[in-house]
């Protein structure tokens, strides 16, 4: 249940609305379609892996761990480099 919960709550943040912040920022995004992809690609993961959790799929949380912080690790390293 704890890395549903987890997973469930990364995918609430990656859900959020304040993410337009970031689009309305040219500065920070420079690239709304890349960026769009990468939050796609976040939210992709924290679903595989919220839904395998609950379902106790180890292979699919391992599945879906992985392609999340490919996501993230991806995206920060275009957008934020210094994070």
């Known amino acids: 249940p704890v890395v549903a919960s987890a ?4 995918q609430s943040w990656a859900m959020d609305p304040s993410w337009q912040a970031y689009y ?3 500065a920070f995004l420079g690239d709304r379609a890349l960026f769009e ?3 796609g690609w976040l939210r992709a993961g924290v679903e595989q ?3 395998s959790a ?4 180890v292979d699919g949380m391992r599945a879906g761990f992985i392609r999340t912080q490919q996501s993230c690790v991806a995206c920060h390293k275009r957008f934020q480099p210094n994070i």
Request: charged fraction near 30%; proline fraction near 6%.
């Open 7 to 10: 997973a469930r709550s990364m």
């Open 24 to 26: 309305d920022e040219p």
């Open 37 to 39: 992809a990468y939050l």
């Open 49 to 51: 892996l919220a839904t």
């Open 54 to 57: 609950e379902a106790s799929d």
